[in-house]
């Protein structure tokens, strides 16, 4: 800046330019001759900039001589009859002080003069500015607006009657509220029943009905299936049973043959074909692959997009994840495939001690060598454990690792498990009850429940809030009816209204003297006073020395004959 004021006098400092922030000393005063408004530091710079831009030399405007219009200024403002404000010649002097009357601060009084000099000025006079004796911005070309205060307006408090009032109104509101949007969906759904009505009966499609009745068009909706395209369905089969024909051609041939019309079909018909079509869409979406080519294509492509999926899943909410993938039979083309996390990787070879691929391969060899349809030697003991384990674990998924693990209970599972816990079942085996596995004596039933699990239908969630909601306010009416939350004994105790004594053990009998043999060694007598564990009896005839020594040399004399 300072080698820029010394070839061109135009660029000075702010403070030589503008004298200060205040705006009656820089903006106000007439304009000499031939001189051109000089409002802005940035717009002569820029000026001057597009000269050199342009590489024509500018000619250094004439300096200013604030000097003179600053008397000129004063002489104008001293005048009684132009300006009928009070006195500026405390402001306007340089020796002002700090604590005078600003000229620029909002008053009623109006400057008739100052419209012809800010017109020629080309500039405005913000009645807001408040400058400072000493601030930062001396010698500016711009002033910062003051901020206004406003006092907050203090709420009043309510009081306990409009409190009582506000919550009545709110919840008959939601009530009123509740019942408008049942009668909507009511509404809503029987229009839509009478619409779909119409569709089947004139075979067209629903989009037109809709415009027809002037409703709004549905831009998203199901593909559900109608008379017509149940007709060209049949017609599709029938047609391309040699020849592959598409759709126009096929339109044709159904046009010249009245049997594909659907205008003389009966309501009844019509339903018969659309559960048809409705049908070979669920039959196709759901039924195996052709070949076994077929099937490893279909198998690579949802392994990639499954693979994709888990991996942006991993990144968004840093959670892990396995994918083991292989062939269901040693006739598949399928290949063995593994996708895991690089901290699952870890686990598997740090905590249990073996490697992914090893896994991989004795599943594959697993499935390989088993036979379909062989009978399981498991036991019925063993399938019970095996369900008890499954049903333990699933719920243990729900508990917190640092947390106590939740005990199953099938007798009182809504008191302990979900009004204690907040956990619900999903998913239990149809025809079966909710009971101890060990009370189940069939196979079928056992392994009904295993496979629920295995596969992950059944299972436990955590009941939401609306649920949690239901459940209290359950809790809340049972107890008012006084109803108990548990199940009572089937068979009360003996000693039932009386006091609870300590029954002896029976011992058997002949035992009185072993009082100082261990606990497990002792015999324990039954309901019948016999021994489960009878005491040693030697046998009821003994054999003298004589005998044995007369069968040992008949023994040997046997030897020698031999």
């Not at 831009?219 to 395209?229: D, I």
């Not at 060990?438 to 809030?465: D, V, W």
Request: proline fraction near 6%; glycine fraction near 4%; charge should be negative.
């Amino acid at each position: 800046m300072s080698d820029m004021s010394s070839e061109y006098p135009m660029f000075k400092s702010g403070q030589d330019i503008c004298g200060s922030n205040n705006l009656a000393d820089n903006n106000l005063g007439p304009t000499p001759p031939q001189q051109l408004p000089d409002y802005s530091l940035m717009n002569n710079l820029l000026f001057n900039l597009m000269d050199l831009f342009n590489e024509t030399p500018s000619n250094p405007e004439p300096v200013v001589d604030w000097a003179k219009i600053y008397q000129d200024v004063g002489a104008t403002f001293g005048q009684g009859p132009i300006f009928d404000g009070p006195d500026t010649t405390p402001v306007l002097s340089p020796n002002a002080p700090v604590d005078a009357t600003i000229i620029d601060t909002p008053t009623d009084d109006t400057l008739p003069s100052d419209d012809n000099d800010m017109q020629g000025l080309d500039m405005t006079i913000n009645p807001q500015t408040t400058p400072t004796a000493t601030s930062v911005l001396d010698g500016a070309p711009f002033t910062m607006v003051a901020p206004v205060a406003v006092a907050a307006t203090p709420r009043r408090k309510l009081t306990s009657a409009e409190k009582a009032q506000r919550k009545v109104n709110a919840q008959v509101n939601a009530q009123r509220n509740k019942e408008v949007d049942g009668s909507l969906r009511t509404f809503e759904a029987l229009k839509s029943q009478q619409v779909d009505a119409l569709a089947l009966k004139h075979a067209i499609p629903v989009a037109r009905i809709n415009k027809l009745m002037g409703t709004g068009q549905v831009l998203k909706g199901t593909c559900a299936p109608n008379a017509h395209n149940a007709m060209t369905s049949r017609a599709f089969a029938h047609f391309n049973y040699g020849d592959r024909i598409k759709l126009p051609e096929l339109k044709l041939l159904m046009n010249q043959d009245p049997i594909w019309s659907t205008k003389g079909l009966t309501d009844k018909q019509k339903v018969l074909l659309c559960e048809e079509l409705a049908e070979k869409r669920e039959r196709e979406a759901t039924s195996s692959c052709p070949s076994s080519l077929s099937a490893a294509k279909l198998s690579s492509e949802r392994l990639k997009l499954i693979d994709h999926q888990m991996k942006q899943l991993e990144v968004q909410t840093g959670s892990l994840g396995l994918v083991l993938h292989t062939k269901g039979g040693s006739d598949s083309a399928i290949r063995a495939s593994l996708s895991a996390s690089l901290n699952v990787w870890v686990f598997f070879r740090d905590v249990l001690k073996l490697d992914l691929y090893d896994v991989l391969l004795n599943l594959e060899l697993y499935v390989c060598t088993r036979r379909e349809g062989s009978v399981s030697r498991e036991s019925i003991s063993s399938l019970r454990k095996t369900v008890a384990k499954l049903v333990n674990g699933s719920l243990a998924l729900l508990t917190k690792s640092a947390s106590k693990i939740i005990t199953m209970a099938y007798s009182n599972f809504e008191t302990d498990i979900e009004e204690k816990c907040f956990i619900t079942l999903e998913n239990w085996p149809n025809g079966l009850p909710l009971q101890n596995p060990t009370k189940f004596n069939s196979y079928n039933e056992l392994n009904r429940i295993a496979e629920a699990f295995q596969t992950g239908e059944a299972f436990f969630r955590p009941l939401t809030a609306t649920e949690r909601k239901k459940l209290a306010s359950k809790i809340v009416a049972r107890e008012a009816a006084g109803v108990l939350p548990k199940k009572t004994r089937v068979k009360p105790r003996s000693d039932k209204g009386k006091k609870h004594t300590v029954t002896s053990k029976r011992k058997a009998k002949g035992t009185q003297g072993m009082e100082s043999v261990s606990a497990m060694k002792r015999a324990r007598a039954d309901v019948a006073g016999e021994s489960s564990r009878s005491a040693y009896k030697s046998s009821e005839y003994v054999n003298d020395d004589s005998e044995e020594e007369q069968d040992d040399e008949e023994e040997d004399d046997e030897d020698e004959e031999e």
